[in-house]
C-alpha cells in the first residue's frame, strides 16, 4: 500500500445537548493497493465521515445513541487528533482491492512456451531406482 500525495482531514470537537465530548469530522484522500485479482496497482479514494463520543468506560459506550460512535479515552490521557485521523483510514480501507471488471487486465489463459530447442537439449536422466532393479535379480 502507497500512501497519495496528500489527506485532506477536518475535525470538530463540541458538546451535545446531553454534555457528551464529540469529534466529528472528515477524511479524504486516495491509496495506491494492490488488486486482488490482477495484481496490478490501483488508486483507490478514501473518503470517511465519523462522528465519536469520548467515553472512559463501558457503561459510557453503551448509553451512546446508535448514531455515535465511542472513543474510549481514560480522564487522564490527552486526545490525538492523528491517532483518530490515521483510525478512520484504516477504517475506510476495502477490504478487497479490486478494480471494476471492465478495468482488471486479468490473465486467464496460460499457454506453455513452445521453444522446440528446449526440449531437444535437455540431457536424458538416470532412473534413480535402477540400481534396485539389478539387485531384485540376484
Not at 27 to 56: K, N, T, W
Not at 97 to 109: L, V
Request: aromatic share 6%.
Amino acid at each position: 500500500m502507497s500512501l497519495g500525495d496528500a489527506f485532506e482531514a477536518e475535525l470538530d470537537f463540541f458538546q451535545d445537548e446531553e454534555h457528551r465530548r464529540i469529534v466529528t469530522g472528515t477524511v479524504r484522500g486516495q491509496v495506491e493497493l494492490e488488486c486482488q485479482r490482477c495484481l496490478q496497482p490501483m488508486v483507490q479514494p478514501l473518503d470517511s465521515r465519523f462522528r465519536l463520543a469520548i467515553v472512559y468506560n463501558d457503561e459510557m459506550a453503551k448509553a451512546l445513541p446508535a448514531d455515535d460512535e465511542p472513543l474510549l479515552l481514560l480522564p487522564d490521557e490527552s486526545l490525538d487528533p492523528a491517532s483518530i485521523v490515521e483510525e478512520e483510514l484504516l477504517l475506510s480501507l476495502p477490504l478487497q482491492a479490486m478494480h471494476s471488471e471492465a478495468e482488471c487486465r486479468i490473465q486467464t489463459e496460460f499457454k506453455p512456451e513452445t521453444d522446440d530447442t528446449s526440449t531437444a537439449t535437455e540431457p536424458t536422466r538416470d532412473n534413480p531406482f535402477q540400481v534396485l532393479a539389478s539387485l531384485k535379480k540376484d
